[in-house]
Nanobody, 131 residues
Framework: QLQLVESGGGLVQPGGSLRVSCAASGSTLDEYAIGWFRQAPGKEREGILCINLWYPGSTTNSVDSVKGRFTISRDNAKNTVYLQMNSLKPEDTATYYC??????????????????????WGQGTQVTVSS
């Protein structure tokens, strides 16, 4: 069974950068779509980025609030997906989670921000953006 572990969170100043990791074990990520989600205190978990690794081309999608600032990538050798966060804002403060959906359709990421579509989750990593 696939297992996911997030890491790399911490405290960063506004305008700074941070990279968080989603390390997978138990299965290769070649057959999954990966979604990055975040949840601030008192708010719903929201999807921000999606990458479909099942099909060649690895299609991606992102919400407008992070577009141009956040980038998703993968290290095949480490079976790990990364979330690179630049130009961080205080409103980015949240617990960040990665989720996985097995055997996605080619257009999965078009609707990849629905947390109900994901079968596996990591424990989350805290990101705090503050001066």
């Amino acid at each position: 069974q696939l297992q996911l572990v997030e890491s790399g969170g911490g405290l960063v100043q506004p305008g700074g950068s941070l990279r968080v990791s989603c390390a997978a074990s138990g299965s290769t990520l070649d057959e999954y779509a990966i979604g990055w989600f975040r949840q601030a205190p008192g708010k719903e978990r929201e999807g921000i980025l999606c990458i479909n690794l099942w099909y060649p081309g690895s299609t991606t999608n992102s919400v407008d609030s992070v577009k141009g600032r956040f980038t998703i990538s993968r290290d095949n050798a480490k079976n790990t997906v990364y979330l690179q966060m630049n130009s961080l804002k205080p409103e980015d403060t949240a617990t960040y989670y990665c989720g996985a959906h097995w055997s996605p359709y080619p257009n999965f990421c078009t609707n990849g921000f629905d947390k109900g579509r994901y079968d596996y989750w990591g424990q989350g990593t805290q990101v705090t953006v503050s001066s």
